[in-house]
């Protein structure tokens, strides 16, 4: 543990000195503490500000991506003048600026089976800001086989969840709420169904709020319990979890016992890869469009997605009613298919390819790289 607190740090520290149960004691606690953070998005961005603005001594960063416009709505960390850079980067600016007195570890990988115990297993506390499953299946496991507690965190539209998986403390696992890997397109991204932007804030300060009583050693850890906020109805509930004798990581008979398993090692996304499938990007779907296109341009979004932004004379069918409407479409043209970004119109391709339709394109990036491209759009 550092010894002791230099007077700048007593100084800006102060407010947590004055509450019993924090004091300087507390404030070493935190400064010689380490935490893991999953993803700079939604949920890292805030969690991360307040455990830099608390005085975690060192904040370990994981996420390979760039900072996209788009972000901008939830990810606080990052900034107009950040677009196209690397978020470790623009999040490690902001975390430093916050405060300078913290270390930071950057690291712009993705969280793979192949690196996780490496990257983990030097923190005190793994904190989960990821937004897809297999990574939270990964998280999940290197906490388990490393004893450390796993801070848990997710979101979706309108309702957040968050609770402390950490069976080592007598706690129930991730794979005891969860207990196998939901089928592929299941269950929408916030890329697909979309979140409110100040949802990941409150979900991602919970999330810093459990870190910090952990390091503290104060108040009650909500092991075996799954906090649940639903925000349009202002309501938080609680609902137990237990640990599950059948789970295959932290039961009885453990049958997980690597971190490369069916579900770590799963696509991080839905898209579904065929052989068989072709695909088109959005340029050369508009010199398609442009060109007396005489087949068939097909939007499989949902209808409030179709109704803010569409592309002149695509047929809209949802994905869900697909399957039930293949009739409406010619086996003898040539159909295109999009949807915002690929995924659900790649899974729409394979439904067409198995019921005998051979003419079908994937649209690569969907409606969200047509726009970025500046190609115009109509609304209902």
Known sequence: MP?????????????????????????????????????????GCPAALYLAAAGVGRLGLIDPDTVDVSNLQRQILHGESWIGKPKLDSAASRLREINPYI????????????????????????????????????????????????IYGAIHRFEGQVTVFAPHLGGPCYRCLLPELPAPGSVPSCNEAGVLG??????????????????????????????????????????????????????????????????????????????????ITTTELRERLNSNFQGILLDVREQDEYDIAHIEGSRFIPLGTLEGRLGELPKDKEILIHCKSGRRSARAAEL?????????????????????????????
């Open 103 to 150: 270390t930071l570890d950057l690291h712009p990988v993705r969280f793979t089976p192949e690196n996780a115990r490496s990257i983990a297993e030097s923190y005190d506390i793994i904190l989960d800001g990821s937004d897809n499953f297999p990574t939270r299946f990964l998280a999940n496991d290197t906490a388990f086989f490393l004893k450390k507690p796993l």
């Open 198 to 279: 100040v949802l990941p804030g409150i979900i991602g300060s919970l999330q810093a709020m459990e870190t910090i009583k952990l390091i503290l050693g104060t108040g009650k850890v909500p092991l075996g319990k799954l906090t649940v906020y639903d925000a349009l109805n202002s309501a938080f509930r609680t609902l137990t979890l237990r640990r599950d004798p059948h789970c295959r990581l932290c039961g009885d008979h453990p049958t997980v016992h690597d971190l490369s398993n069916p579900e770590t090692l799963a696509p991080a996304y839905c898209e579904i890869p065929s052989e068989n499938m072709d695909a």
């Open 3 to 43: 010894n002791g607190l230099s007077p700048a740090e007593t100084l800006r520290y102060s407010r947590h000195l004055l509450i019993p149960g924090v004091g300087k004691e507390g404030q070493l606690r935190l400064k010689g503490a380490s935490v893991l953070m999953i993803g700079t998005g939604g949920l």
């Open 352 to 380: 067409l390819l198995a019921n005998g339709f051979a003419d079908v394109k994937n649209v690569s990036g969907g409606i969200d790289a047509w726009m970025q491209e500046g190609s115009p759009v109509s609304s209902a």
